[in-house]
């Protein structure tokens, strides 16, 4: 049996608050928050400008940023392309599955 943390669930399947999540670069592991800059796939450095962490289960979760420099534009991206993740630091609630 293997153990897995996960978020509180709501009755329909989604998370209960999106308290708890944070966002955080998947390299460094550092916390990363509005107003912080990162770096899109394609190289181009960006504002992170608003969260939005996941909302259900199968939910990665996305991020808003504003170009930077010459080029401002803002674009809504889901978190991996920014090269981060989020992760449920707060209140977890464990269940056991198998190992399959």
């Known amino acids: 049996m293997k153990t897995m943390i996960l978020a509180p669930l709501a009755d ?3 998370y209960a608050s999106s308290d708890g999540w944070t966002l955080v670069d998947t390299e460094t592991q550092k916390k990363l928050k509005v107003g912080d ?6 190289g ?10 996941p909302h ?3 939910s990665q979760g996305k991020v808003c940023v504003r170009g930077t420099g010459d080029n401002v534009w803002s674009m809504e991206y889901y978190a991996s392309v920014i090269g981060a993740e989020y992760l449920y630091m707060g209140g977890p ?5 198998s190992a399959d």
């Not at 609630?93 to 599955?97: C, L, P, T, V």
Request: charged share 35%.
């Open 12 to 14: 329909d399947g989604r």
């Open 37 to 42: 800059y990162a770096h899109t796939s394609d």
């Open 44 to 53: 181009e450095r960006v504002e992170i400008t608003w969260l939005s962490p």
């Open 56 to 58: 259900k289960c199968s």
């Open 93 to 97: 609630r464990h269940a056991d599955s």
